[in-house]
């Protein structure tokens, strides 16, 4: 399952083992059936949720909607990675959506420019 020359693999090591975005170019699989990157919605879904005002990650509410152990940690963790930690909520929300479009689109980039190795990827 996590061969690279044969089969697919499940590549969970940069989100869930905070290893660096670029881990992935490492990788020459046959096909990633499983990798992924969280970041938090909008923030319109989140004051659908969570109701207008101020914000934070700490709050009960996005800690209810959070299912990934430490997601929000791990979210922190690969925005000081890449920018300064920003001073309002609403940067948070930003910044983790960046960072996510990042991580996905170079990990599909170096597996498309592997074509005929690499026969796809599903996030």
């Keep these: 399952m996590n061969a690279d020359n044969v089969g697919d693999t499940h590549l969970w090591g940069v989100w ?12 020459m699989t046959r096909f990633c059936s499983e990798f992924g ?15 207008a005002g101020k914000h934070s990650l700490d709050d009960e509410m996005l800690k209810a909607h ?25 940067g948070y929300v930003y910044l983790s959506q960046v960072t ?19 026969n796809g990827a599903m996030y």
């Design 66 to 90: 959070q299912k990934c152990a430490n997601g929000n940690d791990k979210i922190i963790y690969y925005i000081v990675s890449r920018f300064d930690l920003p001073s309002r909520f609403e």
């Design 37 to 51: 990157f969280e970041s938090l919605p909008d923030i319109k879904t989140i004051e659908r949720f969570a109701g």
């Design 100 to 118: 996510q479009l990042e991580c996905i689109a170079d990990a599909v980039e170096h597996w498309r420019r592997n074509k005929g190795r690499c």
């Design 16 to 27: 869930h083992g905070l290893r660096p975005m670029k881990y992935y170019r490492r990788r």
